[in-house]
């Protein structure tokens, strides 16, 4: 374990805070992009500012309470979205020297974050009180819940060659070949996961439009804002760890560790909006059955061949 | 003045719009997707601005003001009818009452009259619509019962309109609960001006019943509702109904797209669709073809194959739906002035969603290959020769009891049992009521 430099109590937050801040605008501005270009309708220099008044309209709209809703559950649900999201970037280290948070198990801390992931997405559509956002609710956990294994596979895959769960050492171990060359099944299944747990474009089984917007069907003004932010910043979070594992994390030529770090995630995070413009919503029973026998035995091959890969 | 600076802010935002389809307005409505001013939105909680497209007379008009009294402040309806025509009579729901502009007639500019509305309610220039309906509880059933629910024992009793979960046997012989909901009718995907009575067990639909609201005789806002209408009473341009055919089928595949999620080439449909509207300059059929390549890029086709296929024989017996379950039936090919120009009909196998939409969408591209023909030659359609409207042979082939069609959503997920609806674009409104259904 290279000696890390750990921020402090006090600077941890403001950093978290401010990536994923910065990362959910650059989610906003790629979706506003994708979705210009994909419809044909033109790329202008609006799409910057598109993000900050769409954000501004949730703003000053009124936040509807439906009856009888759990109203705390509601309130907390994207908190917790969102504070999952920043305790994921929490142990993702940027160069060799800083990690906000420099776990021995930064992997661990991931399968924690997917799993409760799952349950404050199903607060969101349980608090409401309404039928579409709590269908949308059960049906999001029949495949978050797939996922979830798939991902565990996925990540003890990076963990082998490094011989270890700390994120750091997963770095180190990709010095002279990146995960996404020695196994090549780990970033594309990470990917899926990353949708499936993100619920973007093509998995977005929570808030599909054949249930009204799932469970943000009744979502309005600040907690429509707030779920939308969540959601963005977990998906900046899914794309930071996916380079870090994958792509090699700060290694790259010339340019500083954090700035190669920085690129990769955003990098990413493209792919993953763009496919959400470009692939179809996949059936939930269909996946679910695809994921079971189709992913998870991927993701045990690409166990297998990350553990041959890392015998001496 | 931060709070100015703020409404200035969110005033240039693209406008959220909630499309409620009512009687006449065909799906005109879903075209506004082209725009980037305006973003079509799934759920009136996300919108501004109810845009309240055709009229609203029967059944409509409860669930007219539902839906407006759902959006938040600020808000406001935008009321798009068709021009002339007779005014709505006493039974005209509450939320037109005071709409914050009416536009008359589909070539009216409503997508800058959508903005400025959107603009004048965050500058404060146009007051939040008040609520149309009564806040109060749709079903009596407070201080009723064991427990105040409005049943017996703990269970039952209709609390706020919505049966409380009862335990039933599943598709899989387990005793599970069982959720009733009435969704629609302006739910993306649904018939026009029906109500989807679903029971639920899950996200399986256990029992579904289409309930066509009645609607009273209304006036056609929509163009291509208009053309075939013309078609049968007086000649027609070829070039005409075929360009109405195209635009029809592309705002239906837009429809699809919206399902699926696919917003941004819902967009790039209802475009091609406008353009086929336009007429003088049209659009390139190769557009509706790239337009094909990215459908079939999208994984969709794959997604929705062996969705929605209907046992046996084909209920249908004309239209795109018969013709996508392989069944050649065309009354064009009864039309002397088609025969001219040398029509072929398109058919593809499966009769199911992905059928369906292929079959729309090459259906969108033939007919405009075939008003470009028909343009050339000056044919034109005759009254007394068969017409096919998009639906199928006029007046009302190709249609099917709404009854069928839910039987065989029985046991299949809501979001298929959608899809399939959606691809089937059933008869708009006069939405085919089985003999004797409760409106």
Known sequence: MSPALHADVWAAPLIVGTVLAVGAYLVAVLDAAATRVVAGTGLAPDVLIEPLRRAALLVVQQRVVTERPDAASWALAPAAYAGLAAAGLAVVPWSPSFSVADVDAGIVVWGTVESLAVVAVFLHGWSPNSHQPLMAAYRYVAVGLSCLLVSMFVLIAVALPAESLALNAIVDAQAGLWNVVRHPLGLPLFAVVALGITFWGPMDLADGADLSGGTSAEASGSQRLAWQGARAAMLVSFAALGSAAFLGGWHGPVLPGPVWMAAKTAALLALLVAAGHLVARVRAERFVTWCWTVLLPLAFLDLVVAGLGALP | ?439
Do not use: I, K
């Open chain 2, 1 to 439: 003045m931060a709070v100015s600076a703020l409404h200035r802010l969110a005033a240039a935002a693209p406008v959220p719009v909630f499309v409620a389809r009512g009687a006449g307005a065909g799906l005109l409505g879903g075209e506004l997707a082209a725009d980037r001013r305006l973003r079509l939105v799934a759920s009136p909680r996300q919108a501004t601005v109810v845009l309240a497209a055709g009229h609203f007379g029967g059944g409509l008009g409860p669930a007219l003001d539902r839906v407006h009294d759902q959006l938040p402040h600020p808000r406001a309806l935008v009321w798009w009818r068709a021009a002339g025509g007779p005014e709505p009579g006493d039974d005209r729901p509450g939320a037109l009452d005071h709409p914050a502009a009416v536009v008359h007639g589909p070539g009216g500019d409503v997508a800058q009259v959508l903005v400025d509305t959107h603009r004048r309610l965050l500058a404060g220039d146009q007051a939040t619509a008040p609520d149309a309906g009564a806040d109060e509880p749709p079903h009596p059933f407070e201080g009723r019962g064991d427990h105040g629910q409005g049943g017996e024992g703990m269970m039952g009793g209709v609390p706020f309109g919505r049966p409380m979960a009862m335990t039933g046997d599943d598709r899989d012989g387990l005793a599970l609960g069982q959720v009733s909901a009435d969704l629609g009718p302006f739910l993306v995907g649904l018939p026009a001006a029906t109500v989807a009575r679903v029971t639920f067990q899950g996200e399986v639909v256990q029992a579904l019943e289409l309930r066509p609201q009645a609607v009273p005789e209304a006036p056609v806002l929509d163009p291509v509702l208009a053309r075939f209408d013309e078609a049968r009473h007086r000649p027609v341009p070829v070039a005409e109904l075929e360009r109405a055919r195209a635009r029809h089928h592309l705002r239906a595949v837009a429809e699809c797209f919206r399902l699926a999620g696919l917003w941004a080439l819902a967009a790039r449909a209802a475009s091609l669709a406008r353009g086929a509207g336009a007429g003088v300059a049209g659009v390139d059929p190769a557009a509706v073809a790239a337009l094909g390549r990215r459908l079939r890029a999208s994984a969709l086709l794959a997604s929705w194959s062996g969705v929605g296929t209907f046992p046996g024989r084909s209920p249908f017996t004309g239209g795109a739906n018969a013709r996508a379950a392989g069944l050649a039936a065309d009354a064009r090919r009864g039309d002397p002035a088609y025969r001219a120009l040398g029509f072929a009909m398109v058919v593809q196998h499966g009769g199911d969603a992905r059928a369906r939409l292929v079959q729309r969408l090459a259906e969108a591209r033939h007919a405009l290959e075939l008003a470009s023909r028909a343009a050339d030659v000056g044919a034109v359609h005759h009254p007394d020769h068969p017409l096919e409207t998009p639906w199928g042979p006029a007046p009302d082939g190709g249609s099917v009891a709404l009854e069928v069609v839910a039987a065989a959503l029985a046991g299949a997920d809501w979001s298929d049992a959608l899809a399939t609806l959606c691809s089937l674009d059933l008869v708009p409104d006069a939405a085919v009521a089985p003999a004797g259904a409760a409106p």
